[in-house]
């Protein structure tokens, strides 16, 4: 701004009418600027420099010699009009020019503030992705812990449900009345079939939920290596959906599985009769369907829902335990459906 300034105030001169005897000056409160030779005289003309609707200086033209009177003194009326314009220029130029180097100032404060907060974002950014990958890697480490550790639950419940079934079966072996051994066998094989459970937990991917067609198919192998039963004569098909059940699920169906199928293996088929034994498991939408199905007789006499039976009792109790109904048809040999 000064260089500016001190350019105008040495072209003034020359735009006067006696530029050869005339001086100029720009006095502001903080500076003030001489065109050269200059000198104070008594033929002076004054205008001042508004900046800012504030009175920030004044603009002078001197003569250094006496001259005719015209206008204003030596001065002429074009001269007054001259220097009133000229200073009111100069006010404007002196207003942009502080404004400008306001702006500037305040851009370079804003540039500092904005590199400074950049820099502190940029170190709270990197503790935030530090404190993250420390917290997902305790995750990580607690979910692993706890994989572990449901894992080894059912792995010890799964050993411990077959120490009582192999003491149910050692027991049994003590015993020689039929209905005695029968009753071990089935205390043995409700055992075993929580244990499968167990079991395939153990070995899923979540420790959540099992392979309910997985566990069913299992389930078979064992209920008829156990009644030692001729697949030659008895057919057992296995009819499930792919579905993953969780554990609340799949005990109860487990049990009720092998009940039902025990008791077709015990009293459907006559030693040597030709029979089938199917099971059909499917889900819909939020519904499940299990259907037991064997080619023999139901008792007529039998009220499966209140017998005496402690397996049918299990049955019944365990239906209404997954909010369920249970249906008996014996139209074409013995058919149990169950919805939940």
Known sequence: MDTILQEIVDFIPSAWQYPYISCSRIALKENTFTSPHFQESRWKQAAPLIVQNENAGCLEVFYLEEKPHAYEGPFLREERNLIDALAERIGDAIELMRVEKELSNYRKNLEEIVEKRTSELTLANQQLQKEIAERESAERSLREFEDMRIKEIHHRIKNNLQVVSG?????????????VVEAFKQSENRVRSIALIHEKLYQSCDCKTLDFLDYVNELMEYLIHSYDLDTNKVIVKVNVDKVHLEMDRAVPLGIIINELVSNALQHAFNEGQDGGIEIHFAKKNNDYSLIVHDSGDFPKEIDFKNSESLGLQLVTNLVAQ????IDLNTSEGTTFTIHF
Do not use: A, F, R
Request: charged residues 20%.
């Open 322 to 325: 997954i909010d369920g109904t």
């Open 167 to 179: 003491l149910l079966y050692l027991e049994s072996t003590n015993y020689n009345p039929n209905k």
